[in-house]
């Protein structure tokens, strides 16, 4: 009986250390983390409705895909795949429309997030992403090859 106990108190140890390595290890991260935009200039109060990082060309574009990299790896990778390639979890962010109508979907999604039948799929980042880390991950998701 003793070493049942024994035996059954290992297997639970080793299961426990097995779910702690793989959340360990996981990419992404459960909690949405707020992203630094520094280096990005500051957008008006009310949000666009087309990349204005895209539209910008140059140097801020660039800065965005950067920002727009880390905070995609910290909220968006776990769900929607590494370097934003889907494993089926998620919609693959690569495939949107590109422009105006793409833009417009990425925003209000990732405002908004997505419910289905009263449960989350997708959390709601308006309380916690700028405009400019938002519009930063669109930046990213659209240079990533569509392959």
Request: hydrophobic share 35%; with cysteine.
């Amino acid at each position: 009986m003793k070493f049942k106990i024994v035996a059954l108190s290992a297997v639970v140890a080793a299961a426990l250390q097995l779910t702690f390595i793989q959340s360990s290890l996981g990419h992404g991260d459960v909690q949405p983390q707020a992203v630094d935009t520094t280096g990005l200039d500051e957008l008006p109060e009310e949000f666009a409705l087309e990349n204005p990082y895209r539209l910008m060309g140059g140097e801020q574009y660039e800065k965005a895909i950067e920002i727009g990299s880390s905070g995609y790896s910290q909220n968006c990778a776990r769900c929607h795949g590494l370097q934003a390639i889907s494993g089926g979890v998620a919609p693959d962010l690569r495939m949107l429309e590109d422009g105006e109508f793409g833009d417009e979907w990425f925003i209000e999604r990732v405002k908004k997030g997505y419910s289905q039948n009263g449960t989350y799929k997708m959390p709601p980042f308006e309380a916690l992403l700028s405009q400019e880390a938002m519009w930063a991950i669109r930046s990213y998701t659209e240079t990533r090859p569509k392959e």
